[in-house]
């Protein structure tokens, strides 16, 4: 009998748990025990254990088992302090962090942990969170706060003691004494108080880096709704006695569970413990009684047998003799036994159409699409025995009847092509390409002047590569291995000169040669790469780029002898080679203002200064709050990171002259202009060098919005990136699906991929992750997705001449992008922001859904005169622009174009001084602002219509 045909799954307490959340009981100090922080355990009380050390627990990297790292995490607490103390075994220990970039420390061997004092969850933190960090800073301890309720700055925290000593078996001890005023209103906590609580284990090794997490909420995405809690007890440690552990690491078939409970210290429990079953209305519907298994009481033993439950979540208490409830727990009966049926069934069905397949071939029936399936079908079958021994049941029965269900739809398709002369519907007959000679023609991708659509999967783990070996099967024409340069440096910069990191990327080429498949190599610059430098210390610029021309000229070229068909080039929205060389970039800074200014005396007038030259305008490594000012340090950090990104793409060309390289700003542009903008990147300036201009929709595919509500996150960006594109092809370079393991079907993900392309994409890349990562958003998770996607591939290559021409229509409306208006906000009510990122929300959303092709114009488009093409401009409080930019709406205006201004448009420059109001003139139009797409699309479309944009209703 499988040992997957588990009748419980029992929630483990002091671990991660399936289907409520964690808890840690916090044990009040004995009055009479004092702790000395000095990195030495042995006066701490025999308190409950937090364990680090479970695969389910492994957030990245690849975690080979507790001997690679695990971590014991005990807290307790007194009147003045929260203590808590890690014992860290690790087998290579890699600390210490320069104190400059103390926030760093997650990068190196440290721990990461945060509160949620209200334990009232959340999707984001608020000013109840509080996220530390352990480390060592210029090998020194340090306990880090990267982010506190208001008056609480970032940075080094004093008001902590931390101790940090070698583990005698290998690793690291952390000792911590934290002052209640670090967690404040947090003190001297009631019996049964909670909060919310996660702490994260950082492993940096040689090769790569590892996070193990008690929960999510830290290391994947900041999220205290996904914490766990911890709960304060006024009992001390040596008063617990029957606190109770409980393993189910032995399962006995389908009709019970290996039970084993002991106590936490050698305190005697009395008499046997009864283990109550009981459904989720509270009704018992099993009473167990386990017996001791030693003389001194302190460990049991016993089957539960749970073979007449129905499939079922229940509860489980434990009680004493006394009828004291000791420990509370969830657990599930799943219906294994149809998942037995299931999984038979499908593997009869993969051999009854395999045999299909083969019989169509010789009849010359093309069988892309059950081919498709039967892929899907190969790679998922292993997943699904997987899950169901991971206990995922869900997950396993609709990755299950997912695949039941495609494998009897293409049976029966095939079944009636072979009945019939005709063979292959004509709509279904998909072109036999060879897309490694794929090319560049304007805004299109051809092969024979003919236009292609091209999708597949990015990957760079080696441990997924073996999964898309037939990966064309599936229907995908293209593939990419990803992050080339992220994971490729050793702790003193240098980098690796061993074979396995690169074995992934050889192999994704050949997968791709031989199957005629478009290749592509992603490179992660200029500031992944600067990831791996830092550990070094700090570089100068100079330095910094020797480092990446030495990888890029190196490393690219080993992979393969064959060229690759496209290089791309992205860079991170969190950060920029902005404070590396202080002295370079202060010289850049006085240029900047010289050419800006003109004269000292005019930046004085803005600024409000009384600087003598430029050359004494502080050049300051945090964002003034001077407004001019605060424009012109951004826009120089924008100069700069675009000057990288030119740079990065000239030194890949030396490799290869033909090289076609495309490049993206790694940032979600079109859902949070003010965000994008205050990490300094402009979306134009960022992609003016390359040859395709690349998105990024990391996690834009919320199972919340579904496909026909993600208008304005997903088309309404593909539109503003396809305006910046103009005449080059767009591309989506990290195409996410975070299911955060919800349940999709095929056609979800096939009306994403129809909805991003008719939208402008020309090829994507979709994100590939392990099994056991915790990563949401992977192809592997999800047999619903990998088939939909597949699909999507193949009907994209039958539609590609008319999706093409979605391309080329013109806009019937568009939409000024202004770049240096998007941090400027005001109230309309107390619950509407009129910004300029929610009325442009409003305007494309409205527009949209009226059928009209909507499209963009910036500020730079502008400047080359774009806007005298266009019917009509929609300025969606567009606050602060270049004089220029104004004079030029306003002179197309004279000439007979319309103009709707919206809420508080075009009043400033960049640096705030004031505008020339626009005339009042029969073309311009003006809006106080929507407060939602409906009234947008109420109010404009009549307007629309009288002006001739849009025909009259007869």
């Not at 999220?223 to 617990?240: C, E, H, L, N």
């Not at 490393?555 to 690759?564: H, L, Q, T």
Request: charged share 20%.
């Amino acid at each position: 009998m499988p040992i997957y045909r588990l009748a419980i799954l029992l929630c483990l307490i002091l671990t991660q748990v399936a289907f409520a959340k964690p808890n840690y009981t916090c044990y009040q100090l004995d009055a009479q025990r004092k702790l000395t922080i000095d990195g030495d355990l042995s006066d701490w009380p025999n308190v409950p254990i937090l364990l680090l050390g479970k695969q389910g627990q492994v957030a990245s990297g690849t975690w080979s088992g507790p001997a690679d790292s695990h971590a014991k995490v005990r807290m307790t607490w007194d009147k003045q302090f929260l203590y808590m103390s890690v014992e860290v075994i690790d087998n290579q220990v890699t600390q210490d962090t320069i104190r400059s970039r103390a926030w760093t420390m997650y990068q190196m061997d440290s721990l990461q942990w945060a509160v949620d004092l209200s334990n009232d969850g959340g999707r984001n933190f608020g000013e109840d969170n509080y996220e530390y960090g352990f480390g060592v800073v210029d090998k020194q301890p340090v306990v880090y706060r990267w982010h506190a309720a208001k008056g609480w700055p970032k940075g080094i925290a004093e008001h902590a003691t931390l101790a940090v000593s070698p583990h005698p078996q290998g690793g690291v001890i952390y000792e911590a004494a934290i002052e209640y005023s670090m967690l404040t209103p947090l003190r001297d906590p009631a019996e049964g108080h909670k909060i919310g609580f996660c702490i994260v284990l950082q492993d940096q090794d040689a090769d790569q880096h590892k996070t193990l997490q008690w929960t999510s909420g830290i290391a994947d995405g900041k999220s205290p709704s996904k914490f766990g809690t911890v709960t304060f007890s006024r009992a001390t440690p040596s008063a617990q006695g029957g606190k109770l552990l409980i393993s189910a690491n032995k399962l006995v078939g389908a009709d019970g569970l290996n039970l084993s409970v002991m106590s936490t210290n050698t305190s005697k429990i009395d008499g046997p413990l009864f283990v109550h079953l009981k459904d989720m209305d509270g009704k018992t519907v099993s009473r167990n009684e386990i017996k001791p298994t030693d003389k001194q009481q302190t460990s049991y033993q016993g089957v539960i047998d749970t073979q007449t439950l129905k499939p079922a979540e229940y509860n489980v208490a434990i009680e004493n003799a006394k009828r004291k409830t000791l420990i509370k727990h969830s657990f599930i009966r799943s219906n294994v036994e149809q998942l037995d049926g299931l999984i038979a069934k499908i593997a009869n069905q993969s051999k009854q159409l395999d045999q299909l397949i083969k019989q169509a071939k010789t009849q010359g029936i093309q069988t892309r699409y059950p081919l498709a399936t039967l892929t899907t079908a190969r790679v998922y079958e292993p997943y699904i025995v997987e899950d169901i021994k991971l206990m995922n049941f869900e997950v396993a029965l609709h990755n299950a009847h997912t695949i039941d269900n495609a494998l009897a739809g293409s049976i029966k398709q095939l079944q009636d092509w072979l009945a019939t002369d005709a063979g292959t519907p004509d709509f279904l007959r998909v072109p036999e390409l060879d897309y490694s000679k794929t090319t560049l023609k304007g805004k299109h991708l051809v092969i024979d002047d003919k236009p292609v659509m091209l999708v597949g999967p990015m990957s760079w783990l080696w441990q997924v590569n073996k999964d898309i070996q037939n990966i064309s099967d599936v229907g995908y024409n293209y593939v990419k291995f990803g992050w080339m340069g992220q994971h490729h440096f050793d702790k003193n910069g240098q980098l690796f000169t061993k074979d396995k990191p690169y074995w992934a990327a050889r192999h994704i080429f050949e997968v791709g040669k031989q199957n005629k498949m478009a290749v592509g190599i992603s490179m992660m610059c200029p500031d992944q790469v600067w990831r791996g430098a830092s550990r070094r210390g700090e570089l100068t610029l100079g330095e910094f780029h020797k480092i990446y021309d030495q990888f890029a000229a190196r490393e690219i070229p080993r992979i393969s002898k064959d060229k690759a068909w496209d290089y791309t080039v992205e860079v991170e929205k969190q950060r920029s080679p902005v404070t590396y060389d202080p002295k370079y970039h202060k010289q850049l800074w006085m240029d900047y203002l010289a050419s800006q200014y003109g004269s000292v005396e005019k930046l004085n007038s803005l600024y409000k200064t009384s600087h003598a030259s430029f050359d004494v305008v502080p050049f300051e490594e945090s964002q003034p709050e001077n407004p001019a000012k605060c424009y012109d340090w951004v826009r120089l950090r924008q100069i700069m990171i675009a000057n990288e990104l030119t740079r990065a793409a000239q030194e890949i060309r030396k490799i290869d002259d033909n090289a076609i390289v495309h490049g993206y700003p790694y940032v979600w542009t079109f859902r949070e202009p003010a965000a994008y903008y205050g990490t300094a990147l402009d979306p134009e300036l960022d992609v003016a060098s390359y040859d395709l201009v690349g998105c990024d929709t990391s996690g834009a595919y919320y199972s919340d919005r579904y496909a026909i509500s993600t208008i304005n996150w997903l088309a309404g960006y593909y539109d503003l990136m396809r305006s910046i594109a103009g005449d080059r092809p767009l591309s989506d370079g990290e195409f996410h699906f975070a299911n955060r393991r919800k349940i999709y079907p095929p056609n979800w993900s096939r009306a994403i991929y129809f909805q991003s392309y008719v939208h402008g994409l020309s090829y994507s890349s979709s994100w590939v992750w392990t099994r056991n990562g915790r990563v949401d958003c992977a192809l592997l998770l999800d047999a619903g997705v990998l088939l939909g996607s597949g699909q999507a591939s193949l009907d994209l290559q039958r539609v590609a001449t008319p999706i093409a021409a979605f391309h080329d229509r013109p806009d019937d409306v568009v939409i000024l992008y202004s770049n240096a208006s998007s941090p400027h906000t005001r109230r309309l009510d107390s619950s509407v922001v009129l910004s300029q990122t929610v009325q442009t929300d409003n305007v494309y959303e409205g527009m949209y859904f009226e059928g009209m092709q909507v499209g963009y114009l910036t500020e730079q488009k502008i400047a080359q005169g774009l806007l005298k093409t266009k019917k009509m401009l929609i300025v969606p409080n567009c606050s602060h622009v270049e004089r220029s930019t104004r004079d030029a709406i306003e002179d197309f205006a004279r000439a007979g174009g319309k103009v709707v201004l919206v809420g508080d448009s075009l009043l400033y420059s960049p640096q705030g001084e004031p505008l020339a109001p626009i005339a009042n003139l029969p073309t311009v139009g003006r809006l106080d602002g929507f407060i939602d797409s409906d009234q947008a699309r109420a109010i404009l479309v009549p307007m629309l219509k009288e002006s001739g944009v849009l025909p009259s209703e007869s």
